[in-house]
């Protein structure tokens, strides 16, 4: 397994936070609430044990804020935060009363170690369940294919269909049997998450007791059901974009929150196009952002995209960003949209 270089933290600080748990601490586990973040907190949790409070959430201060205030009522004094950026306020909050370790793979904007706070960050590519199977497997044996399965959804970009199978090798994961159902077991999880969205911890539990990614088959009639609506979706885009030079806007109003998914599966039709889907859910859009050949920084594109929009939030990844938007919001967002859009110079 290659060293990972981090880009804030070390192995040793990682190390000395774990080795000085014990059983009076008192354990909270927060991860995403993907596949990638699932994965992180199931690899995490095999080793830590006992996990006193285990909460699943998106990338939103307000969410986070709520959890904050309800681990510190709690009296939890460790946090463990995998696969999520957090911000520097909410942060700052929690180590008033715990010890806060973050594994984490997003793009940041400070370095935030401290006496309170271990900040692991690795490169983008590099996804949280293989930034948690690299450091936790060194204190024991974990299941590479657990890992597998967050690796695979996290980079839409690397693995598809016919070649998912290569993530093994390519992060020395072991060998994989039934190579032919593992794409399935990767789309099947997905779709299960959007299922079972705000009751995550069910999939976390079946994945935990599960000894190999065969197990998983009571996801599948959930997941059946979601990839129905995914499918039908699908078709809607071709037909119902919006178009503004290389980049396509799409919205509509799902029964399942498969935002993110679907963002995924469309920005492989074309690498040379941007691609943002805007689900309508109440009073707030979700927002995805996708470019698969690096020509838009899909981050600063979502940044000026609800700059100046109160309680608008964006974050993620060069190729890869979400946000949410109030409703009330929605045409200045398109509108700041397409000013930033048609400034950007794309070779």
């Given at each position: 397994m290659?060293e990972?270089?981090?880009?804030?933290?070390?192995?040793?600080?990682?190390?000395?936070?774990?080795?000085?748990?014990?059983?009076?601490?008192?354990?909270?586990?927060?991860?995403?609430?993907?596949?990638?973040?699932i994965?992180?907190?199931?690899?995490?949790?095999?080793?830590?044990?006992?996990?006193?409070y285990?909460?699943?959430?998106?990338?939103?201060?307000?969410?986070?804020?709520?959890?904050?205030?309800?681990?510190?009522?709690?009296?939890?004094?460790?946090?463990?935060?995998?696969?999520?950026?957090i911000?520097?306020?909410?942060?700052?909050?929690?180590?008033?009363?715990?010890?806060?370790?973050?594994?984490?793979?997003?793009?940041?904007?400070?370095?935030?170690?401290?006496?309170?706070?271990?900040?692991?960050?690795?490169?983008?590519?590099?996804?949280a369940?293989?930034?948690?199977?690299?450091?936790?497997?060194?204190?024991?044996?974990i299941?590479?294919?657990?890992?597998?399965?967050?690796?695979?959804s996290?980079?839409?970009?690397?693995?598809?269909?016919a070649?998912?199978?290569?993530?093994f090798?390519?992060?020395?994961?072991?060998?994989?049997?039934?190579?032919?159902?593992?794409?399935?077991?990767?789309?099947?999880?997905?779709?299960?998450?959007i299922?079972?969205?705000?009751?995550?911890?069910?999939i976390?539990d079946?994945?935990?007791?599960?000894?190999?990614?065969d197990?998983?088959?009571?996801?599948?009639?959930?997941?059946?059901?979601?990839?129905?609506?995914?499918?039908?979706?699908?078709?809607?885009?071709?037909?119902?974009?919006?178009?503004?030079?290389?980049?396509?806007?799409?919205r509509?109003?799902?029964?399942?929150?498969?935002?993110?998914?679907?963002?995924?599966?469309?920005?492989?039709?074309?690498?040379?196009?941007?691609?943002?889907?805007?689900?309508?859910?109440?009073?707030w859009?979700?927002v995805?952002?996708?470019?698969?050949?690096?020509?838009?920084?899909?981050?600063?594109?979502?940044?000026?995209?609800?700059?100046g929009?109160?309680?608008?939030?964006?974050?993620?990844?060069?190729?890869?960003?979400?946000?949410?938007?109030?409703?009330?919001?929605?045409?200045?967002?398109?509108?700041?949209?397409?000013?930033?859009?048609?400034?950007?110079?794309i070779?």
């Amino acid at each position: 397994m290659a060293e990972i270089k981090f880009l804030t933290g070390s192995e040793k600080r990682f190390f000395d936070f774990i080795s000085k748990l014990n059983d009076k601490d008192k354990i909270a586990l927060i991860s995403h609430n993907d596949s990638d973040g699932i994965t992180s907190a199931v690899i995490s949790a095999k080793v830590l044990g006992k996990i006193d409070y285990l909460k699943f959430t998106t990338y939103n201060p307000e969410s986070l804020s709520a959890i904050a205030a309800e681990i510190k009522e709690k009296k939890i004094n460790k946090v463990i935060i995998t696969d999520l950026s957090i911000d520097e306020t909410n942060l700052l909050e929690m180590a008033k009363f715990a010890d806060v370790l973050i594994i984490d793979h997003h793009v940041f904007r400070s370095d935030m170690n401290s006496d309170k706070v271990v900040y692991l960050k690795s490169p983008s590519e590099l996804p949280a369940s293989y930034m948690c199977h690299y450091l936790f497997s060194k204190t024991q044996e974990i299941p590479g294919w657990i890992a597998a399965l967050g690796i695979a959804s996290d980079r839409v970009d690397r693995y598809h269909n016919a070649n998912v199978c290569e993530v093994f090798e390519d992060f020395s994961l072991g060998k994989i049997s039934k190579c032919e159902y593992f794409w399935r077991t990767v789309m099947n999880l997905g779709y299960a998450l959007i299922y079972y969205a705000g009751d995550e911890k069910k999939i976390f539990d079946i994945i935990m007791k599960a000894k190999d990614f065969d197990d998983l088959k009571e996801i599948e009639k959930p997941a059946g059901e979601v990839e129905r609506e995914f499918e039908a979706t699908m078709k809607d885009v071709e037909k119902n974009h919006e178009e503004f030079k290389d980049m396509w806007i799409y919205r509509y109003k799902p029964k399942y929150e498969i935002n993110s998914m679907l963002a995924n599966a469309v920005s492989n039709w074309d690498e040379k196009k941007t691609f943002v889907i805007l689900s309508e859910g109440g009073d707030w859009f979700r927002v995805s952002a996708r470019r698969q050949d690096r020509r838009v920084n899909c981050v600063k594109l979502l940044e000026n995209a609800v700059l100046g929009i109160p309680g608008a939030r964006s974050g993620g990844h060069f190729m890869a960003a979400g946000g949410n938007v109030p409703a009330k919001s929605i045409e200045q967002f398109k509108k700041n949209l397409l000013d930033y859009y048609s400034k950007l110079t794309i070779l």
